[in-house]
């Protein structure tokens, strides 16, 4: 039995984290419709970027993520600024294929460019955290994840909050609800792009950090997340961080559960199947259509 | 003017999204060889109505019939093939395909031979005064041309029906006198055409009969006289004139 | 198709049917073959990918039904791959049939997310099971093909020159093929649905059944296509066969090379195949990730430059060039 809540819990640990990187890509398909193939590209490249730091000024991954994250965060304003805005200005459809195909190259050229210079091989990171674990009753809680966690639902909380609160949150809610609207607003509109794109990856560095202390970094690690965000995506509907929340966790426990039940495959696979479930049936979202 | 048999029979139609009610209650009858014409502001259902004859959603309650057949609850592309036509009130060609092109998607439908759709998209194209313009892509075309080949697009389908959904909405004066030519000379043709406009001119020597609307319910039916001289419009729509113009 | 096209297909093919006959090098035909089957991939894809504009990017799915019903048929039952062939592509245009029914009621993004789906759920049942549909398909570990004898009916030959033809006939016939769903009424109704769906319904388009009709039919060519990449590689690798960078590169030339063109697959498919292997050659030692990461980088230049992809690049750039030949010619012919 305990095996089974031990599962749980670490689900709820890791998915919280997975929500934090998934909210970013929620927030970039709500408000501009794009879909950003290179999202776990981007996680790899903030956890690269995580590694190097800690090994070379043996800075605590929890501060590093504060670094991570403002990097990031230009590199993603700069992306939608100089190049994603231009190719989003030739589409006509409502929907951005091109928008898709570029990322997915970048995607690629980033995986394989981390392959060349790193090698295939992972890298832990001996971090203070790294291994530790607390015991409650007879559950084993991996502090690193505990930690991650805390910071991670903080982080998300805190984006909640400025999207509800703040005068440039609310400025996006507004663009994503409606674009004609919020131009007549006198909102700039690629500015606001450019802003919110500029978080999502933010929050994709951040996290980045927050797994250095308990995931081996590898080039193929971006693939992994990536699917798994547009999953988590798809779970809580377009735009919601409350959603993006509930989607990580849910993926999280769906993945420790169903390993610990059955097999990784067969979680890997369930994880899939309520994706598609999810996106025939309940198109917005498990929360319904929502605001962000 | 009388017209042929009834070709088109909307009967009690209603349209409800969620808590709106955009079509309340409408009939229509459209007989072979008529125009008919569908006035009324803007919100009050006409183009909802056309996407309920042209298949794009059923009614909530209600029939529509044509020659004999209940289409409510076909799709576009049925419909299409029994013989109704229709154009947008905002264009929507392919825009990467020629004048022609976009023809032939229309006149293959009945002719699925390439050779065969391109002679009957050509003769189209010459009915309709387009010909000089055939090889041109259609995203270069202008608003005026471009609603002209999406006339050209439905009629290469051979429709016994075609639904003109304000095919002159942007045009100025001239475009638009020669765009009541065209519509003419499809009727004389023996198309049968249902007509929204906002242009009363147009509208009012054209049809044979008219409908109006008014926020989804029919409040007056008749000839153009009648219906030009019938109070209830004249107070909507006087009312909706003095509100454009400020 | 007028006859001086004609006449120039017919001859590129010809000559290119001779290269056995020059190429003697074993591992020069490996990449040559290799080429022409990712023209043909890419091909195949083009009718759902270009003509449809239906971004499939988990289409390597059809690759893999292929390559696993020829194989488990081949080594399982003794048939031909001939007929394991036919019946892999029958198999995979089924499968489209239920998996677009599913899929294409999504819109873009989505339904791209969705095929991938699709191809991880089957990717992952081949994996983790080591017995399917009765035959023992080992799981990850793949099957070896039994070498049954150099001969043309059991698909398997000494001398490269065998498979050479084959892929060569086949990505003949797929560009015919190709060629013929573009001028037919069929290519008129995918070019409609793929620029504006709506007005395509209104003019009595049935856009599901067509979508659906060109998905099973680019299935089909590509699990054909599978069924010989395996017989060519002599092993079955189900990672490699049923994996995500199979089914991106399927496409990726396709994309790169103009999608909707007829040309555009198979020539950037031409070129950038052997990438890897001349990379090889020039820097002398396998870098792991450099052929991957130029696509990455080729495929970004392309899609912000040139999004409508080389090939309508290549044609735009000769018209040009022929505009200006005969811009000068009346000058000339008036001396």
């Known amino acids: 039995m305990s095996m089974y809540v031990q599962a749980l819990i670490d689900g709820l640990l890791v998915g919280g984290v997975y929500a934090t990187i998934a909210v970013g890509l929620s927030l970039a398909f709500g408000v501009m419709r794009i879909i950003n193939w290179a999202h776990g590209e981007l996680l790899m490249t903030g956890m690269y970027i995580s590694y190097f730091i800690f090994t070379a000024t043996g800075l605590d991954p929890y501060l590093i993520m504060l670094l991570t994250a403002v990097m990031m965060f230009f590199v993603g304003f700069f992306l939608q600024k100089g190049i994603i805005s231009n190719i989003l200005e030739r589409e006509t459809e409502l929907e951005p294929i091109s928008v898709l195909l570029f990322t997915s190259g970048l995607g690629l050229f980033l995986s394989n460019l981390a392959l060349m210079i790193f090698g295939a091989n992972p890298l832990t990171a001996n971090t203070a955290y790294t291994g530790k674990s607390l015991q409650i009753a007879s559950i084993y809680v991996s502090v690193p994840k505990l930690i991650s966690f805390t910071i991670a639902i903080v982080c998300t909380l805190a984006l909640y909050f400025f999207l509800q609160r703040s005068e440039m949150g609310r400025a996006i809610r507004a663009t994503a609800q409606n674009r004609s609207v919020a131009t007549l607003m006198g909102i700039n509109m690629k500015h606001i792009y450019n802003v919110a794109f500029g978080i999502g990856i933010a929050l994709v560095g951040l996290s980045g950090a927050l797994l250095l202390p308990y995931l081996p970094v590898v080039p193929t690690v971006g693939a992994t997340f990536s699917f798994k965000s547009f999953v988590i995506v798809v779970l809580g509907g377009q735009g919601s961080v409350p959603g993006a929340l509930l989607g990580g966790l849910l993926v999280g426990i769906i993945e420790k559960l169903g390993t610990q039940l059955v097999s990784d495959s067969a979680a890997q696979m369930a994880v899939f199947i309520v994706f598609i479930l999810v996106l025939l049936f309940k198109p917005y979202g498990l929360l319904g259509k929502k605001d962000i | 003017m009388e017209g042929g048999k009834l070709l088109l029979q909307v009967d009690a139609v209603t349209k409800q999204f969620g808590g709106l009610t955009a079509v309340n209650d409408v009939s229509v009858d459209v007989n072979q060889g008529e125009i008919v014409g569908l006035i009324g502001a803007n919100g009050a259902g006409k183009t909802t109505l056309f996407n309920m004859i042209a298949g794009v959603f059923p009614p909530t309650e209600g029939k529509i019939v044509f020659q004999d057949t209940e289409i409510q609850k076909l799709p576009c592309q049925k419909i299409s093939r029994l013989g109704i036509g229709r154009t947008y009130q905002i264009v929507k060609p392919f825009s990467n395909l020629t004048v022609l092109e976009n023809t032939m998607v229309g006149a293959l439908q009945h002719y699925p031979k390439i050779a065969g759709a391109r002679q009957k998209a050509l003769d189209i194209l010459d009915f309709i005064g387009l010909s000089h313009r055939k090889d041109v892509v259609g995203a270069s075309l202008g608003l005026p041309e471009l609603k002209r080949m999406e006339l050209a697009r439905a009629l290469a389908t051979e429709p016994k029906l075609l639904l003109l959904d304000e095919v002159m909405a942007g045009l100025n004066p001239s475009d638009g006198a020669k765009v009541i030519e065209y519509i003419q000379k499809i009727k004389e043709s023996g198309v049968t055409i249902i007509i929204i406009e906002h242009v009363m001119k147009a509208i009012m020597t054209l049809s044979d009969k008219i409908y109006v609307l008014n926020q989804g319910r029919l409040i007056a039916q008749g000839s153009p006289d009648e219906v030009s001289n019938d109070p209830e419009v004249i107070k909507s729509y006087l009312g909706e004139k003095r509100y454009v113009k400020n | ?335």
């Open chain 3, 1 to 335: 198709m007028n006859v001086k096209k004609a006449a120039l297909c017919a001859g590129i093919v010809l000559a290119t049917a001779l290269i056995p006959l020059f190429v003697t090098n074993n591992l020069a035909m490996q990449y040559i073959i290799n080429m022409l089957i990712f023209a043909y991939f890419a091909t195949a894809w083009n009718i759902i990918g270009g003509y449809a504009g239906q971004l499939a990017l988990g289409n390597g799915v059809y690759v893999g039904i292929g390559a696993y019903v020829s194989t488990i048929l081949f080594a399982y039952e003794g048939i031909t791959p001939w007929i394991g062939m036919l019946a892999g592509g029958v198999i995979a245009a089924l499968l489209a049939l239920i998996i677009g029914s599913i899929t294409f009621r999504l819109s873009g993004s989505y339904f791209a997310l969705a095929t991938v789906a699709m191809l991880h759920i089957i990717r992952l049942t081949f994996l983790s099971n080591n017995y399917m549909f009765g035959y023992h398909t080992k799981g990850a570990l793949g099957i070896s093909l039994p070498w049954r004898g150099n001969s043309i009916i059991n698909m398997q030959f000494e001398e490269k020159a065998g498979y050479f033809y084959i892929i060569l006939a086949l990505l003949v016939a797929a560009g015919a093929f190709s060629y013929r769903i573009k001028t037919s009424k069929m290519g008129y109704y995918l070019q409609a649905i793929n620029t504006n769906p709506e007005a395509a319904s209104s003019l009595g388009v049935n856009v599901m059944g067509m979508k659906l009709k060109a998905s099973m039919i680019s299935a089909f060519m590509t699990a054909v296509g599978g069924s010989f990449y395996v017989q060519f590689l002599n092993v079955l690798d189900p990672s490699r066969i049923l994996g995500y960078d199979m089914s991106v590169q399927i496409l990726l030339f396709a994309i790169i090379g103009g999608k909707g063109t007829l040309w555009g697959p198979i020539i950037a498919s031409l070129i950038m195949t052997p990438l890897q292997d001349v990379l090889r050659g020039i820097v002398g030692a396998s870098i792991s990730g450099l052929a991957q990461a130029i696509y990455g980088l080729v495929l970004m230049l392309f899609i912000y430059f040139l999004p409508a992809g080389l090939w309508p690049a290549i044609i735009k750039l000769y018209n040009k060039i022929v505009a200006k030949i005969r811009a000068r010619a009346p000058a000339n012919a008036g001396e």
